[in-house]
């Protein structure tokens, strides 16, 4: 699926989102967040294909937040389109309850700055691999606007709410190493190895059963939402008995006593 200033690549059971506005650093226009729900609706209707979702950027940006001349200069000056009343109640946040309620895993291969509505794609992501040379900032506060996409509840989750409030006060950038040492990235590689290393992991999810990894993610987040012991042994019964049923299940044991590795098709 190809689009102006985006295109989804599928191939081996993993597609690759890239966001493709490298002269504005991949800032969100109200067209590409547009596009961009296109591109989830079609990846949730086909998730027998699509088993991972890997998000990247094009150039030297992933995402430097929102399109300030096209969004929000334009909203001030009264240039932007007419707003109609689901735009007004859904606005970009649809789309991040849109991309957290995909089942399948979501990896971000985050290759330059991620700021604003780029620091809430990450954080929206299951996996965060970040280049060396990315750099990461809450800058909502530079322009007068609170953190939006989930991010004054996913930031403090991942990185405590001190160091999360630090950010989203004072919208400092932060390097690729102090990323990853707050636990705000999974992993940073040399800019040259983000792909590859980004590719490898989501062609061994591809390759895995989709029915518990779909699974293990509800249950992670359920756990993150409940925080509640009984509630969670309630789900993983539940889900262990449904992935029990499964005919990848019974070729992962036949596999494990045969030693050999296990030829999983998602069933």
């Given at each position: 699926m190809n689009f102006d200033k985006m295109s989804l690549k599928e191939e081996d059971g993993i597609g690759m989102l890239t966001l493709n506005h490298p002269e504005k650093l991949n800032a969100m226009s109200t067209e590409m967040w547009n596009d961009f729900r296109k591109i989830i609706d079609h990846i949730q209707k086909n998730q027998e294909i699509i088993k991972v979702l890997v998000i990247t950027g094009s150039g030297r940006g992933f995402c430097s937040g929102s399109d300030v001349g096209a969004r929000l200069a334009a909203n001030i000056e009264g240039r932007g389109p007419a707003k109609t009343q689901a735009d007004l109640l859904e606005g970009t946040g649809y789309v991040a309850g849109l991309i957290r309620n995909l089942e399948i895993p979501i990896i971000t291969a985050i290759n330059g700055?991620?700021?604003g509505a780029g620091l809430s794609l990450?954080?929206?992501?299951?996996?965060?691999?970040?280049?060396?040379?990315?750099?990461?900032?809450?800058i909502w506060v530079r322009v007068g606007l609170v953190g939006d996409l989930g991010a004054t509840l996913l930031l403090p989750q991942l990185i405590g709410p001190d160091k999360a409030i630090e950010m989203l006060t004072t919208g400092i950038m932060i390097d690729a190493r102090e990323a990853e040492r707050i636990g705000l990235v999974t992993k940073v590689v040399p800019p040259?190895?983000?792909?590859?290393?980004?590719?490898?992991?989501?062609?061994k999810l591809a390759k895995g059963p989709a029915l518990p990894i779909k699974l293990m993610k509800k249950a992670v987040y359920k756990g993150l939402r409940h925080n509640d012991l009984l509630t969670q042994l309630e789900f993983e019964s539940f889900a262990q008995g449904v992935?029990?049923?499964s005919e990848d299940h019974r070729e992962g044991v036949r596999a494990f006593l045969e030693?050999?590795?296990a030829q999983f098709k998602g069933i």
């Open positions: 700055v991620a700021a990450a954080l929206l992501s299951d996996i965060r691999i970040a280049s060396e040379s990315a750099r990461f900032g809450a040259e190895a983000l792909l590859p290393t980004t590719y490898e992991l989501a062609l992935c029990r049923q030693k050999r590795p």
